[in-house]
């Protein structure tokens, strides 16, 4: 049997941070999730049944035995009030259900009086390695008052050339067809292509940045607020574009790998 393997991008509030990466060799799945969220928690994927994971670190790595991986619903959660309460979901067939799976997910905790994390590690600083966003390669984004920006993962040697950007590729070119337009975002930012999506959780734009015809960055943005703060879901990897039509914080996932690129705190 082939290997398979799926991305399935998690968001909050419509706002893309994180990904759990599952990959398939017969009925073995080797999974990992990655992402801008520190607190401990539990993930909870649903294919042919409901698998769960206690999630107590970044880049978390997990194993499980599943036929099929076509379609998994993936749903991070964490303590809440003697309850489980959802922070980032994400599905690869698109009619996921976030409600039902953490209903799932609390129906099991429940039922099996499984433990929840209760302890909360430190907040791990993430090793990131050049190259940056100001590399001669890449468009530089135009920004009002510069800062540090976040700056890319090294890429493993084993990484297949826009491996990430191909496993999304479909949705990316539907989600172009049918979405409107940025212009003030691709005219802010050279080589880049946005288009702004009203979801029930509020507008967002999405857009990929490409380097002499390739890409290199998938982007998502949501709109700049009154007072310039960042949103506290992703304040760890985002920065403020500015266009002649408004603000909006960014954030990046490299093309091959899905990383998403972070600031370096001090």
């Known amino acids: 049997m082939a290997i398979i393997r799926k991305y399935i991008i998690m968001k909050n509030k419509g706002v893309p941070c994180g990904v759990v990466t599952l990959t398939q060799n017969g009925v073995k799945v080797i999974g990992n999730i990655s992402g801008e969220y520190y607190t401990p928690g539990v993930l909870g994927i649903y294919t042919d049944k409901l698998y769960i994971f206690n999630i107590d670190k970044p880049d978390k790595q997990f194993t499980f035995e ?46 099996n009086d499984i433990e929840l994390i209760k302890s909360t590690p430190k907040e791990e600083k993430i090793s990131i390695a050049p190259p940056s966003l100001h590399d001669e390669a890449v468009p530089t984004p135009i920004i009002q008052q510069p800062e540090e920006l976040p700056v890319m993962q090294t890429k493993k ?66 709109p700049e607020e009154e007072g310039g703060v960042p949103p506290t879901d992703i304040k760890h990897a985002c920065e403020l574009i500015k266009t002649n039509a408004g603000g909006y914080w960014i954030v990046y996932q490299d093309a091959t790998t899905g990383e998403t690129l972070t600031k370096n705190n001090p």
């Not at 991986?69 to 964490?78: P, Q, S, V």
């Not at 994400?90 to 129906?107: A, H, R, V």
């Not at 212009?183 to 288009?195: F, L, R, T, Y």
């Open 157 to 222: 040697e084993e990484d297949e050339p826009l491996e990430f950007y191909y496993s999304v590729k479909q949705q990316l070119d539907e989600m172009f067809v049918c979405y409107p337009e940025v212009p003030e975002m691709n005219a802010a930012i050279p080589g880049s292509k946005w288009v702004r999506i009203d979801s029930d959780e509020g507008p967002y734009v999405m857009g990929v940045i490409s380097a002499e015809g390739a890409p290199v960055y998938i982007c998502y943005g949501v």
């Open 66 to 111: 599943c036929p099929d991986i076509a379609r998994a619903d993936c749903l991070l959660a964490r303590q809440g009030a003697g309850k489980l309460t959802g922070v980032c979901f994400g599905s690869n067939c698109g009619s996921g259900n976030e409600t039902d799976l953490l209903i799932k997910i609390n129906q099991e905790f429940r039922q």
